[in-house]
């Protein structure tokens, strides 16, 4: 069974950064890719980025160039780096495992809330 948790969410000013952690538990994280998506208030869940064991990423145009994701196998730890932040990156933000043989994001978090004021 796999399980993954996030934390480091807050309140932040525009402009201010935040680092979100997701720590993994379970067998062989390194069969793993990891995503982090984010839910805003009347919105759908939708994806922030992913990498992969390997470390190449994805992240979605509204956040490239200013949250980065990276990880750290000996902790078993993924990070989102949020910078630049803006009051419309304001959501609950979760990380998810999905293992490389499949599509799939089958393992969630409950959740960091992250609240951005101007």
């Known amino acids: 069974q796999v399980e993954v948790a996030e934390s480091g969410g807050g309140s932040v000013q525009a402009g201010g950064s935040l680092r979100l952690s997701c720590v993994f538990w379970?067998?062989?994280?390194?069969?793993?890719?990891m995503g982090w998506f984010r839910q805003a208030p009347g919105k759908e869940r939708e994806l922030v980025g992913e990498i992969t064991s390997g470390g190449s990423t994805y992240e979605a145009d509204s956040v490239k160039g200013r949250f980065t994701l990276s990880r750290d196998h000996a902790k078993n730890t993924v990070y989102l780096h949020l910078n630049s932040l803006k009051p419309e990156d304001t959501a609950i933000y979760y990380c998810?495992?999905?293992?490389?043989?499949?599509?799939?994001?089958?393992?969630w978090g409950q959740g960091t809330q992250v609240t951005v004021s101007s």
């Open positions: 379970g067998q062989t994280f390194s069969l793993y890719v």
């Open positions: 998810a495992a999905k293992h490389r043989s499949t599509s799939m994001y089958g393992f």
